[in-house]
């Protein structure tokens, strides 16, 4: 063989070995990214930590940086589930001193108007009595948010919830239309869920017309539950929509005693539920969608 052609072979084989080097390094990192995009979402929905890795390569460095940032997430969640407690407590220690006073203006205002028809007793006692259930609406929003409350989940039938809060409605807005369609079968809290569709159809019912109607639709598709709450009263403004569920957010055409706590209780009732709440203006007024998720018998939520 001449020079040249040995050097032909020298490259060739040169050439051979990088082939199968690079072939196997690419193997490796492959299985490497798999099993490193497993454990990744193993931790996504267990909460199983990734680890440190002690070798010396690009890939190990990879997983040392998504480790650091579950250490951070982590931390991150912890210190936001224990400022919700301590905002929870705090909350609880001021409804607390309040229950004593107001306790003590609402028996002294009722002695007063037994004594005295005439004077001012019975419009302090309606405050007294407002106070009170903005103490408690707001004790429960915080407690809601941090937890305090265990949610016993359990298979429902959406109309069968919805169909009593309806007939308890139809009382306190005789002269309304309120009307239910669909069915579905979702896993939830019981009294929980009807408290927060509950705030909702109240809600539609005070900003309607003596005559107005209220429209509650049933949906249920493979992958959730979906309760529509609509109304006639002509909407609100749209820059408004977003800051609805806010707490303590009165919108502009909201009723003269509104809190504006309800629907903030509403929105963190459904997000215990893993579910999404949001509101638009429909064709005659204000329109709001609750979205669960559906699970299978097994699955705990």
Known sequence: MTSLEIGLVIISAVLFAALIIVSVLYIRNKKGIEKLSQKTDAFLNNGEKIGISTQ???????????????NRLILERDNTVSQSKRNADFIAD?????????????????????????????????????????????????????????????????????????????????????????????????????????????NAGEHTAENGKVDIKIEQTDASTVITVEDNGGGIPSEELQKIFGRFYRTSNAAADSAGIGMSISKAIVEKHHGTIFAENGKEGLKVTICLPRYDGGLKI
């Open 56 to 70: 010396d390569n690009s890939l190990a460095q990879l997983q040392n940086s998504i480790a650091d940032l579950e």
């Open 94 to 202: 001021v409804s607390h001193q309040l229950k004593t006073p107001l306790a003590g203006l609402k028996l002294y205002c009722e002695m007063q108007q037994t004594q005295d028809e005439n004077s001012y007793a019975q419009k302090q006692l309606q405050l007294v009595v407002k106070m009170e259930s903005l103490v408690k609406s707001l004790l429960k929003l915080e407690k809601l948010r941090s937890d305090a409350y265990t949610m016993e989940f359990a298979e429902q039938r959406a109309e069968n919830i919805i169909g009593e809060l309806v007939s308890e409605f139809r009382h306190l807005f005789p002269n309304k239309s309120i009307s239910v369609s669909g069915e579905a079968t979702m896993r939830c809290d019981k009294q929980w869920l009807s408290e927060a569709v509950g705030n909702i159809i109240k």
